[in-house]
């Protein structure tokens, strides 16, 4: 079983920051691209932004230059440092990643976390 965790949303004014980490454990065999994605109240889920396992990254145009994707391999852990927010930021965030499990099939499948609540407001 495989399980992706997230922490670090929260409350936060305008300009600040916050940074989500995203945790997977459970049996791993090896992890390709870690996703970021949000979703905001009455909207659709998009990509905000990603990153693969050699560290290769892309980023939604409405986050270019504030937010950074980043990865520690060794512990399977990817993170968004996310600078100068925006109210229109607000959203739930989900992590989401491309998983192999240690299982003889080896079969490649994506997880999905349980989303943190981020808010931007004063």
């Known amino acids: 079983q495989v399980q992706l965790v997230e922490s670090g949303g929260g409350l936060v004014q305008p300009g600040g920051s916050l940074r989500l980490s995203c945790k997977a454990s459970g049996s791993l065999f090896s992890i390709n691209d870690m996703d970021w994605y949000r979703q905001a109240p009455g909207k659709q889920r998009e990509l905000v932004a990603a990153i693969s396992r050699g560290g290769s990254t892309n980023y939604a145009d409405s986050v270019k230059g504030r937010f950074t994707i980043s990865r520690n391999n060794a512990e399977n852990t990817v993170y968004l440092q996310m600078n100068s927010l925006k109210p229109e930021d607000t959203a739930v965030y989900y992590c989401?990643?491309?998983?192999?499990?240690?299982?003889?099939?080896?079969?490649?499948?994506?997880?999905w976390g349980q989303g943190t609540q981020v808010t931007v407001s004063s």
């Open positions: 989401n990643a491309a998983i192999i499990s240690d299982t003889p099939l080896r079969s490649l499948n994506y997880y």
